[in-house]
């Protein structure tokens, strides 16, 4: 198995990639939620507590059809380098989930299920105004409904004592992985994992396109499975390098 590490903007990373060369995608694209960092640079709760909060600055567009346009844009790209049979696995929030579900089934998607995550250990909400963001929703997809759908039900039981596992995962948080790769949305070994297992073919390769913290090479590199990671912001470039020993290729046209 290899990793590959690709520094740029996935739109135009991905038109160097061969066609149909991936049997897996697994993103944690922006959500949209338009916390900017500044917005919480003053709160007195969050230093005392030590919390991150997901804010970021290219989480943020001008509109909600703006991000509706990129997000279309980013599954173009991503459908001409997935295998006939290829499954797509995005991670997100009640901000973009409903975006990237329209998106994926107007460019002709096939909607296998939608994926609740329960966070247990989940981060407090500060401002006391709504109830705690205890999940996410992950959208499990195929290319086409005439795609053939991979799903290795014998992986599946192993994470569910033996019966077909349910689409409500509970996994918590890796609090100490955050301490050392810092990132506002890093998700655990765990999640990603396990969407790997069930939907792989062994010697199938992988992409994640919006690779953040690098946490889906860490569980590709668990199942021996090949991985292309993508990551446009330079920040998160060297941490990415340290946690899979691994150099950036700048990529260009």
């Not at 460019?107 to 995550?117: H, K, T």
Request: glycine share 4%.
């Amino acid at each position: 198995m290899s990793i590959t590490l690709l520094q740029g903007d996935c739109r135009e990373v991905l038109q160097t990639l061969p066609a149909q060369s991936f049997q897996t995608v697994a993103i944690d694209p922006p959500y949209m939620t338009n916390n900017t960092k500044a917005k919480y640079a003053d709160s007195r709760m969050l230093a005392a507590k030590q919390w991150t909060n997901f804010a970021a600055d290219w989480d943020t567009w001008p509109s909600q059809e703006a991000y509706q346009t990129d997000v279309e844009l980013w599954c173009e790209a991503m459908r001409r380098v997935m295998d006939t049979d290829a499954c797509i696995w995005v991670c997100g929030s009640h901000h973009s989930i409903p975006t990237w579900d329209l998106a994926l089934k107007r460019l002709g998607f096939w909607v296998n299920q939608w994926v609740q995550w329960c966070i247990p250990n989940s981060m407090p909400n500060v401002a006391m105004t709504q109830m705690v963001s205890a999940n996410q929703t992950m959208i499990w997809a195929r290319k086409s409904q005439k795609s053939k759908l991979y799903y290795d039900k014998q992986a599946a039981r192993l994470y569910n004592k033996g019966k077909n596992l349910r689409d409500y995962w509970l996994i918590p948080n890796d609090s100490q992985a955050g301490r050392w790769f810092k990132h506002p949305s890093k998700k655990p070994v765990a999640l990603i994992h396990r969407q790997l297992h069930i939907s792989t073919p062994p010697s199938g390769a992988v992409l994640d396109c919006f690779a953040g913290s690098g946490t889906t090479g860490v569980a590709a590199r668990e199942l021996c499975l090949d991985c292309t990671l993508v990551e446009r912001q330079a920040e998160y470039i060297p941490m990415i390098e340290q946690r899979l020993g691994v150099l950036a290729i700048e990529a260009t046209l």
